[in-house]
């Protein structure tokens, strides 16, 4: 039997893939399941899998991500990707890198056993091929190439350009990484959109068109995450770094040149130093990922120099990370100062600014993406019992004053502060913490007062004092009104029966839970999902 990983969001979605077909009839058998991408990379490192069924949008880690982070870890892995008919960009991307198929939800049974079929001919051959030549997993070129960016393997550089025929020469050596702006600054929903694919497609053919036609002699062009590239290009050893550099930010310029006029594309470039050896080629991409942290200060649509940016550092803005980070950790305790401590920080930040509302604005659109990338990082649940999305979105494109800033920052924030306190995630008893988190993790599930009870190791008569003591509410009035905001959300977002939702939150009867449901929304389920459509 080969072994199957089921990874989806949404228990009933993994419920029902078990059961739509049986899976050993096939030569298939289903050894674990994931929530998403995250507790699928941890679960490959227990299960030896074979086949991986993945949903491609999913909180945390995607399935996109999780192919992405598969190929890199060398395994070959078939990957089968669940898609909706609004995700089929993202399904493209999956096949580029290397999923086995898609299938369109909902999904056909019959479409999913000519898939397993085909998928066991393939694994059985390889198999085979396995058995005869005895070759371990196959690392790519463009996977070495990608660690010796990263600094690692450095020490067998020569052999792996010998044995993967690498596209690098000994000599000097100059690492850039190109952003298409549109991209980069949009939402998430507008990479779905085929419009951004064609226009990654046209970009890099800009970028190897102008390098071909250029008088330097090797380039290699790597997509990185979407929306950008790295460039590498190299010259002989008698060719002097200052001619190199020359020679590639002229090539550079022409490439930003020809993306402004004829693509009508703003790109961000940023260029790290040139270096003698090619075993310095991490520190040229370094050097570049340096350098494009400035375009918040510099702006964007234009090259920054590594080499040309002492004096940016030293004299027009150090920004203020040790703040940055003080603030977050703030808001991710639901501390009453954060406010304050925000304000403080958007002051600096624009005085170091000399008050340029663009550069302003495109500062906080950053420090904004960072408090929430790291307060989800560490309440990821969140997302499962509140619509974050207008909170997440926020952006300050058209905000014209310093006042109309800081207004839309100070909303902004204290409503994610609000939401941290409704969940009691900022008490200080690490116990009650523990607890609520515990709720918020196994919100699907039937949660019982003994068996959070059990997990935090104490009593449920002391569990239910101290609850009740820190949060004001006892434990049951907490988890239910956790369970009916995530009813909200399922009946918001999903096409889902309100008896389907019931069973998703664990009430084994639907009409006690559309009782209280209508106890804390004033509306039976049916009725509020008839007034969201």
């Not at 228990?11 to 058998?29: A, H, Q, V």
């Not at 999956?94 to 999904?107: E, S, T, V």
């Not at 949660?447 to 997990?455: E, G």
Request: proline letters at 1%; glycine letters at 4%; charged letters at 30%.
């Amino acid at each position: 039997m080969y072994s199957v990983m089921i990874v989806d969001d949404e228990p009933i979605i993994r419920k029902g893939l078990k059961k739509i077909i049986n899976w050993e009839d096939y030569g298939f058998k289903v050894v674990c399941e994931a929530r998403d991408g995250e507790d699928a990379l941890e679960l490959i490192k227990e299960y030896s899998v074979d086949f991986i069924v993945s949903d491609i949008k999913m909180h945390k880690v995607t399935g996109i991500e999780l192919l992405r982070e598969i190929r890199e870890m060398g395994l070959d892995t078939l990957v089968l990707l669940l898609s909706g008919y609004d995700e089929f960009s993202y399904a493209q991307e999956g096949i580029r890198l290397g999923a086995f198929d898609y299938i369109l939800k909902p999904i056909d049974s019959q479409k999913l056993k000519n898939i397993l079929i085909n998928a066991s001919n393939k694994l059985t051959t390889k198999e085979e091929k396995d058995r005869e030549y005895n070759v371990n997993k196959v690392i790519s070129g463009e996977k070495i190439l990608y660690d010796l960016l990263r600094g690692k393997n450095l020490m067998m550089m020569d052999e792996y350009i010998s044995q993967y025929n690498l596209p690098l020469i000994k000599g000097k050596i100059q690492v850039a990484i190109v952003e298409i702006n549109e991209i980069i600054i949009s939402s998430e929903d507008l990479t779905e959109n085929d419009e951004w694919n064609h226009l990654n497609d046209m970009v890099n053919e800009l970028i190897r068109k102008v390098l071909e036609k250029s008088d330097i002699g090797c380039f290699s062009l790597l997509d990185s995450d979407f929306g950008r590239k790295i460039i590498i290009v190299q010259a002989d050893k008698e060719i002097e770094i200052s001619d190199l550099n020359k020679s590639f930010i002229n090539e550079l310029n022409s490439i930003l040149k020809v993306s402004n006029e004829e693509l009508k594309t703003k790109l961000n470039i940023g260029v790290g130093s040139a270096y003698n050896q090619i075993y310095s080629i991490y520190k040229s991409y370094l050097n570049a990922k340096e350098a494009l942290k400035y375009k918040y200060v510099l702006g964007t649509n234009m090259i920054i120099n590594v080499s040309e940016l002492a004096e940016c550092r030293q004299e027009r803005f150090v920004y203020p990370i040790e703040k940055e980070k003080s603030l977050i950790n703030a808001i991710i305790a639901g501390k009453d100062d954060s406010l304050s401590m925000l304000k403080e920080l958007l002051k600096e930040v624009a005085t170091m600014l000399n008050f340029d509302i663009f550069k302003i604005n495109i500062t906080f659109t950053q420090i904004v993406y960072n408090i929430y990338n790291n307060v989800l990082k560490k309440y990821s649940f969140l997302e499962d019992v509140y619509d974050l999305s207008k909170i997440v979105k926020i952006g300050f494109l058209g905000v014209e004053t310093l006042e109309d800033i800081e207004n839309k920052l100070i909303d902004n924030i204290a409503k994610l502060i609000e939401i941290i306190k409704e969940y009691s995630l900022n008490q200080s008893d690490n116990i009650v913490q523990r607890a609520c988190e515990y709720v918020l993790n196994h919100i699907d599930e039937d949660i019982t007062l003994t068996s959070i009870a059990s997990n935090l190791n104490i009593s449920k008569n002391y569990l239910c004092s101290i609850f009740k003591q820190q949060t004001g509410e006892n434990f049951l009035e907490y988890a239910t009104k956790a369970k009916m905001e995530r009813a909200k959300i399922l009946l918001k977002r999903y096409d889902y029966k309100v008896y389907e939702v019931s069973d998703l939150l664990g009430y084994k009867e639907t009409s006690y839970f559309s009782k209280i449901f209508k106890k804390h929304t004033g509306y039976t389920p049916a009725e509020y999902k008839k007034i969201i459509i």
